[in-house]
């Protein structure tokens, strides 16, 4: 029992050491200067979109990175500066409404229109900077993808094919060359109808189409003469948007032609 002891006193003073040996190392890890986390790209949402459908230059990447962080913060004052007057809209509306008084509605509903058009103003003149950054090949790129989605999300319950999927593509190529030579808004406007039109005849089969203007079967256990439940009405009458977008374009506002 005795021999025993100086074992026991070496293997506590090996556990202590142990225990001194950690407690420093950690002393030592947690003195370290943390490092800051990386910021996060103002390249993200349609952003990155574009960057990978244009096929950007990393120095347009650059340019685009400054144009994207200047608007988000060029937004986020807007908000601030125009917050309380939203909610202030917003309360006004509720008690116009409420109390049936349409010229008060009208007088609420043209303030929020205003700050729409502002924050649209806003928008879209940031699009023309980002527009600018692009060679007249890479606005067609970035034109052929919008239409491409566009058309894809217009014919999404046709249930497409993907080889329906690729001449959609290849169309929507075309005419985005279509769109770079046109004069103005309306021409441009008449090369997507063209497109739908083209999709819709050329792409499409007979049954596809038929399934498009199909009304929506009625629930079962409905009476002959019942109306299908009306969706809940849309207010028109809404303030501008009180969150920040990542940079989805204004849906008037198409690439233009460079020098345009």
């Known amino acids: 029992m005795l021999r025993s002891r100086p074992l026991a006193l070496v293997l506590a003073a090996f556990a202590l050491s142990?225990?001194?040996?950690?407690?420093?190392?950690?002393?030592?890890?947690?003195?370290?200067?943390?490092k800051d986390p990386k910021p996060r790209s103002a390249i993200r949402g349609e952003?990155?979109?574009?960057?990978?459908?244009?096929?950007?230059?990393?120095?347009?990447?650059?340019?685009?990175?400054?144009?994207?962080a200047d608007y988000q913060q060029a937004q986020k004052a807007w908000m601030e500066a125009n917050s309380e007057k939203i909610e202030q809209l917003n309360t006004e509306m509720k008690q116009a409404r409420d109390a049936k008084d349409k010229d008060a509605v009208q007088r609420v509903?043209?303030?929020?229109?205003?700050?729409?058009?502002?924050?649209?103003?806003?928008?879209?003149?940031?699009?023309?900077?980002?527009?600018?950054?692009?060679?007249?090949?890479?606005?067609?790129?970035?034109?052929?993808?919008?239409?491409?989605?566009?058309?894809?999300?217009?014919?999404?319950?046709?249930?497409?094919?993907?080889?329906?999927k690729s001449r959609i593509e290849f169309l929507a190529a075309d005419a985005a060359k279509a769109a770079a030579a046109a004069e103005d808004d309306q021409a441009r406007k008449a090369v997507v109808d063209d497109l739908k039109a083209t999709i819709q005849q050329d792409v499409l089969t007979a049954e596809q189409r038929e399934k498009l203007t199909r009304k929506?079967?009625?629930?079962?256990?409905?009476?002959?003469?019942?109306?299908?439940?009306?969706?809940?009405?849309?207010?028109?009458?809404?303030?501008?948007?009180?969150?920040?977008?990542?940079?989805?374009?204004?849906?008037d506002v198409t690439p233009r032609p460079a020098g345009e």
């Open 18 to 34: 142990a225990v001194v040996f950690a407690s420093a190392a950690s002393a030592q890890e947690d003195a370290k200067p943390k």
């Open 47 to 68: 952003y990155a979109q574009l960057a990978l459908a244009a096929e950007l230059t990393e120095e347009q990447k650059a340019k685009l990175e400054t144009l994207a």
């Open 109 to 164: 509903a043209g303030q929020m229109k205003s700050l729409r058009e502002e924050q649209m103003k806003m928008k879209a003149e940031h699009w023309e900077k980002v527009n600018a950054l692009l060679t007249p090949e890479q606005q067609q790129k970035w034109q052929a993808f919008q239409m491409k989605r566009q058309m894809l999300a217009t014919f999404a319950k046709a249930d497409l094919t993907d080889e329906q």
């Open 216 to 251: 929506p079967a009625k629930p079962e256990g409905a009476a002959e003469g019942d109306k299908p439940a009306k969706k809940p009405r849309k207010q028109k009458d809404q303030p501008a948007e009180t969150t920040p977008d990542e940079g989805t374009p204004p849906a």
